[in-house]
């Protein structure tokens, strides 16, 4: 009977944190999302202002843009050309980052509608397991009752912190693609077809690892970090905008991949230090998960 009622005490404090997270998560997504709606807008301004055959541009294929915009290597050159290139790649990524966040605002609320009752069901169920032990022992029970929130409390940002090194697997795993397809991309003897459909195949990938890295950042947003570590992911706002300019100053100055390559890696290198610290905070929290575990386990066998 006491491991049901600890197994459906877990479930439901796991349910009630759960809420409380996906609260926030998708506050900073709709704020994500109007953000990127601002921006898409006032690209979309500037775009119409500069030119107004950019905007009636089908593709969002990256080489189609670059001769497009760019044309000849006399006029790669024409810094507002530049200028406009970036704003029509900003401009592509944008739109699509809009269509992912409101799909995942709709995931989340349908995640949220499934967590209505966890309150209410979780002080039911601890109040039940410790009248038991309240008719004996007031102070024990208070106590116990503090240990078990506290251990659940663990448990549900071990799930976070979980969640958290989802997402930044998904992160490496597009820079990893994006890396490795500028490498390809700066390789010798490749014809121009073959250099540009991996420079293209680049593009792709960043635009993907832009999006996995924003909900990188809003999964950590909610992590309680008790080793006392900070994860830095300021970088993670400015990676579209370093590689994207790495890559223009590549394509206009030297025909390499160079700047924008370093960019990338720069990126990698932030995301292998922020998993590592995570990965750091769930031992130490399934360690002290341990320690309270036989605490409670020692009031409750005095008791």
Do not use: P
């Not at 009630?16 to 900073?28: H, N, P, Y």
């Not at 953000?35 to 541009?57: G, P, Y």
């Not at 078990?148 to 969640?163: A, H």
Request: glycine share 4%; hydrophobic share 35%; net charge negative.
């Amino acid at each position: 009977m006491q491991n049901d009622y600890n197994e459906k005490i877990s479930h439901a404090k796991k349910c009630m944190q759960k809420k409380s997270k996906l609260e926030v998560l998708l506050k900073e997504t709709e704020q994500d999302m109007i953000r990127e709606k601002l921006l898409l807008n006032k690209l979309s301004e500037e775009l119409q202002k500069e030119n107004e055959d950019v905007l009636k541009l089908k593709s969002s294929n990256i080489t189609s843009l670059f001769y497009t915009i760019l044309g000849t290597k006399e006029e790669r050159l024409n810094k507002e050309k530049q200028e406009l290139l970036k704003a029509r790649l900003k401009y592509n990524q944008c739109k699509n980052n809009v269509k992912f966040l409101a799909v995942e605002s709709k995931k989340i609320v349908d995640e949220l509608n499934q967590t209505e009752v966890c309150e209410t069901e979780y002080e039911d169920l601890l109040n039940k397991k410790l009248k038991v032990i309240q008719h004996e022992d007031r102070v024990a029970s208070e106590e116990l009752k503090q240990l078990i929130n506290r251990k659940e409390g663990m448990k549900v940002n071990i799930l976070e912190i979980d969640e958290a090194i989802t997402a930044g697997e998904e992160a490496l795993e597009a820079v990893e693609n994006t890396i490795k397809e500028l490498e390809s991309a700066d390789g010798w003897g490749l014809s121009d077809d073959v250099k540009y459909g991996h420079v293209d195949e680049a593009g792709r990938y960043a635009e993907e690892a832009s999006r996995t890295l924003g909900k990188l950042k809003r999964e950590m947003s909610d992590i309680k970090m008790i080793t006392g570590t900070e994860i830095a992911v300021g970088t993670f706002d400015t990676f579209s905008d370093y590689f994207y300019d790495g890559l223009i100053f590549d394509w206009v100055v030297q025909s390499e991949i160079g700047k924008s390559l370093d960019a990338v890696k720069n990126t990698k290198n932030q995301i292998d230090k922020a998993m590592s610290k995570l990965y750091e905070e769930k031992v130490t929290e399934e360690f002290m998960i341990r320690q309270l575990e036989d605490q409670i386990n020692n009031i409750i066998e005095e008791a």
